[in-house]
């Protein structure tokens, strides 16, 4: 358990950075404060000349100055992320504060502030010699200009979360490094086979929760390692990103010479399981999908009525779908070099995905063409990309589904549009010739 977290401290390069600008900032702080002579350029001006005292005293009025500066500009980016937060999701809130630009500055704040408070502690303990050039003073007073200047520019950026493209951008972003650059990436060091099922017998161990909380990520290599080590086969059957409680049976072990498997290496094993209290988006891309999804349910509720809004996040949506795709969806089954399944961890497929994107904006577009012919788009991109029979089968009854939706309305001169559109994506699943522009655009033409 210690040695995940700590990976996952050293995978975070921020803390790292900032770690090193604080001893950066001590450092040269120690050692400025004790030059007292000024060898500087003229053309770059004297340094600040005074003693010990009055050098102190101008260190702490600015370090006091930077902290009244940054306290007013964290109570004015707050109000700007909760507001986003409430009109489009709660969710929100931590991607805003791992992407806030406001995150950019604070390593030159805390460079400068860890430069004052060394250069003060320095101060008080070496000999005056009264009044003396301090070049510590003068860099003091650059580096809190330049933290306050870079502060000003992140603020005025911050404000590009009020736009919805910046907020479904992140979130579009989150998800492909959670698919791609990180779930594909692990996956690919694995031997993988999809079609070779892991059958426990009926007598098979329970492997417990350890806590109560979410199932964040699972350390597939590890958990491989530890099942052959022992000489045991595991079946996870609980996906990432869901809620379990302590003691809740997250899957099964079974030894490979039968009898019952020892107490300590089911431990091993559920450590392997990173249990969190809220869930994390790293390895969760349905999490961000739920975000796109409450982003399009929240525009299309009756007090806010902006179907573009929700078109918008379809948009992101359908590149989502799109990208999921193309990655091994379904169960995820580690095979010995016997082609026999070692480890097996359940995971959502394309039609699993599919679901949880259309659902809940079908059900608040009250037929709105606008959010349905979004809806027919993304039904066309998985049905023309899923490799798998039945997340076809699961395109072609959304569009029944949307044509259910229409043809029950008493007002069809409405879906005209939508109509031929849904003529088109027909055509499309039964295999008609189509050119790739066509195949791609939703505002195709009756013929």
């Given at each position: ?7 996952r401290f ?8 900032l770690g090193g600008?604080?001893?950066v ?9 004790r030059?007292?002579?000024d060898?500087a350029?003229g ?17 702490g ?9 940054l ?5 004015l980016?707050t109000?700007?992320i909760?507001?986003?937060a409430?009109q ?14 406001l995150?950019r500055?604070?390593?030159?704040f805390?460079?400068?502030?860890s430069?004052?408070?060394a250069a003060?502690r320095?101060?008080?303990i070496?000999e005056d010699?009264?009044?003396?050039p ?8 650059f580096l ?25 951008g ?6 492909v ?7 594909q ?8 086979d999809?079609?070779?099922?892991l ?22 290599q590890?958990?491989?390692r530890?099942?052959?080590?022992w000489?045991v086969?595991?079946r ?7 809620y ?8 099964w072990?079974?030894a ?7 107490a300590?290496?089911l431990?091993?094993?559920?450590d392997?399981l ?11 891309p ?7 999804v ?8 009756s ?5 573009y809004t ?7 949506i ?14 995820w ?29 079908l ?5 709105d ?5 979004e ?7 998985v ?6 029979a039945q ?5 072609h009854?959304l ?7 229409v043809?029950?309305?008493p ?15 027909r055509?499309?699943?039964q ?7 066509e195949?791609?655009?939703?505002d195709?033409?009756?013929?």
């Amino acid at each position: 358990m210690f040695i995940r977290r700590l990976r996952r401290f050293l995978r975070e390069p921020y803390w790292l950075i900032l770690g090193g600008i604080i001893a950066v900032g001590v450092v040269s702080g120690i050692a400025l404060a004790r030059v007292q002579t000024d060898a500087a350029w003229g053309v770059l001006g004297h340094a600040w000349p005074g003693d010990l005292d009055d050098t102190r005293g101008a260190l702490g009025t600015l370090l006091g100055l930077q902290i009244t500066v940054l306290t007013i500009v964290l109570s004015l980016n707050t109000p700007v992320i909760q507001s986003a937060a409430n009109q489009y999701s709660p969710r929100l809130v931590p991607i805003y504060l791992k992407n806030a630009p406001l995150r950019r500055a604070l390593p030159f704040f805390a460079l400068s502030s860890s430069f004052i408070l060394a250069a003060i502690r320095e101060l008080g303990i070496i000999e005056d010699h009264g009044v003396r050039p301090r070049p510590v003073l003068s860099v003091a007073i650059f580096l809190v200009l330049v933290a306050l200047c870079l502060l000003i520019l992140f603020l005025v950026r911050t404000f590009r979360f009020l736009r919805v493209e910046r907020v479904l951008g992140l979130v579009q972003e989150l998800i492909v490094s959670a698919t791609e650059r990180r779930i594909q990436a692990r996956l690919k060091q694995l031997p993988l086979d999809p079609t070779v099922a892991l059958r426990l017998p009926a007598d098979a161990t329970s492997l417990l929760a350890a806590t109560s909380g979410y199932l964040a990520d699972v350390d597939l290599q590890d958990l491989t390692r530890l099942a052959r080590q022992w000489g045991v086969r595991v079946r996870i059957c609980i996906t990432v990103g869901e809620y379990i409680d302590q003691e809740d049976v997250i899957g099964w072990v079974v030894a490979e010479g039968g009898g019952p498997v020892a107490a300590h290496v089911l431990h091993e094993l559920a450590d392997t399981l990173s249990i969190q209290p809220a869930r994390e988006p790293d390895c969760d891309p349905a999490l961000g999908l739920r975000i796109l999804v409450d982003v399009a349910n929240r525009a299309l509720s009756s007090s806010a009525n902006d179907p573009y809004t929700a078109r918008q996040a379809l948009h992101q949506i359908r590149s989502v779908m799109r990208r999921l795709a193309g990655l091994p969806l379904g169960d995820w089954n580690v095979v010995d070099p016997d082609g026999r399944a070692r480890v097996s961890l359940v995971a959502l497929r394309l039609r699993d995905y599919l679901f949880l994107a259309v659902d809940g904006p079908l059900h608040y577009a009250g037929g709105d063409p606008e959010v349905l012919e979004e809806v027919l788009q993304i039904a066309l991109t998985v049905g023309l990309l899923a490799r798998d029979a039945q997340d076809r089968a699961a395109a072609h009854a959304l569009l029944a589904r949307v044509l259910a939706d229409v043809q029950g309305s008493p007002e069809k001169d409405r879906f005209h549009r939508l109509l031929a559109q849904a003529e088109r994506v027909r055509a499309s699943f039964q295999g008609e010739r189509r050119t790739r522009v066509e195949r791609g655009r939703a505002d195709w033409l009756p013929d």
